[in-house]
């Protein structure tokens, strides 16, 4: 009998992390084009990532719509990865979530050479609560930004770094392959 009242009162409370991927992307509202640079890109995919069967955040994938996401990718051509969060998470989880990607995609002399870029930009973090959009924007010649909920508050003119920060979601290895295969499908 307790553990009938245990499952109940979590199904109860819990109808939020059994939210299904079309209603949590319905959530997210990624709006289908974006105007970056003077340049329109669409939305190329939305998913889900999902950890431990909890949605974490809802992710779009912005590019040009000539271009396939791994063409977007592959050039690299003018792109936006935009994550919106369901899940409030400590900045120092996300970075260190970060450095773990970075590590398995990377060896030590790109990470070294990486450093004062990554940091200036992990110094920029801060919690993360439900709502909240983050977006890398890379454009073709000019770098790397990042913004938070619509404002910009770091930018980069290093296309290694944009490269490897973006690797995180969009290279092999990083945070999720299933995320990645999702955000790169044609």
Known sequence: ??????????????????????????????????ELAQSNL??????????LWIDVYAAAFYAPAEASARQAVAKPL??????????????QDVIKAAWVALERQHDAATLARLLPGIDALHATFRDINPGDRYALNFIAGRGLALELNGKTTFTSQDPELAKAYLGIWLAPNGLSDKLRTSLLAE
């Open 1 to 34: 009998m307790r553990l009938f009242l245990v499952l109940t009162t979590l199904l109860l409370i819990s109808g939020e992390l059994l939210a299904n991927d079309r209603e949590r992307l319905q959530e997210a509202r990624f709006t289908t084009s974006h």
């Open 42 to 51: 669409v939305r190329k995919s939305q998913s889900v990532l999902t950890y």
């Open 78 to 91: 003018t792109q936006r990865l935009e994550l919106y969060y369901f899940r409030e998470i400590d900045r």
